[in-house]
């Protein structure tokens, strides 16, 4: 079945380093891979969309990857601040159904000053 | 400009009563989404809605039913509440998923608390 892995663990960062996160997809081919944003107890935001023809993907200090033999993406924050703090998800349209987008459980990103 | 709302923002309840979650898509989304998210835990798809029809269904219990209105808003409804059931419900409107990149925005969530 389809399955949607990110890093279980907080990742905990110095201000102004490089954050980089993974997501991990198996037994399924996705068309796109989209990151959102998620803060406690708010909906998630969405940040990213990375088709299967794209590498890679910029939007201002944010930058996406996708590499559809590794079955991964990996989501980078440049230039990381405490405001960057919060759960990201990486999220799949079901291979069943355009209909259905899957998330992944999230990794929680904890910036430190 | 327009967001997903989503009524009521909290709900208290008790074992085996019933509640209705609301929601309004952003204006000329044609999907609804409903998502079930306990603490700690990634959203869970439950059910999509295109153009008034069900689309999709995921892992939502045989308690729970939805619909979309002719005005494109969704109600979810969940009976028999159990314990369990507490958590945030969150609505996520799209454009047609099939045209585009299936791009969602949720809105705010309902907290739903059985006790």
């Known amino acids: 079945s389809q399955k949607i892995e990110q890093n279980s663990e907080a990742l905990n960062i110095q201000e102004g380093k490089t954050a980089t996160l993974t997501c991990n997809y198996t037994?399924?081919?996705?068309?796109?891979l989209q990151w959102y944003r998620q803060d406690p107890g708010r909906g998630p935001v969405f940040l990213l969309l990375i088709r299967e023809n794209e590498k890679e993907k910029r939007k201002e200090r944010l930058k996406v990857t996708f590499d559809t033999t590794l079955k991964q993406s990996l989501f980078h924050i440049t230039a990381s601040q405490p405001a960057d703090s919060a759960t990201y998800l990486c999220?799949?349209?079901?291979?069943?159904?355009?209909?259905?987008?899957?998330f992944g459980s999230g990794t929680r990103l904890s910036i430190r000053p | 400009a327009a967001g997903v709302i989503q009524s009521p923002r909290h709900l208290i309840k008790e074992k085996r009563e019933t509640a209705t979650l609301k929601c309004y898509p952003i204006?000329?989304?044609?999907?609804v989404y409903w998502y079930q998210q306990g603490p700690g835990q990634d959203p869970q798809f439950l059910i999509s809605?295109?153009?008034?029809?069900?689309?999709d269904k995921g892992s939502i219990p045989d308690r729970f039913s939805a619909q979309q209105f002719s005005d494109y808003h969704s109600e979810l409804n969940m009976s028999s509440l159990e314990l369990g059931d507490s958590a945030l419900y969150f609505c996520?409107?799209?454009?047609?998923?099939?045209?585009?990149?299936?791009?969602?925005?949720f809105g705010e969530g309902s907290r739903l608390t059985v006790l």
């Open positions: 037994n399924y081919s996705p068309a796109y």
């Open positions: 809605f295109y153009e008034k029809m069900q689309s």
């Open positions: 996520a409107s799209s454009l047609t998923p099939a045209l585009n990149t299936g791009e969602l925005f």
């Open positions: 999220a799949l349209p079901s291979y069943s159904s355009a209909s259905k987008i899957i």
């Open positions: 204006p000329r989304h044609d999907t």
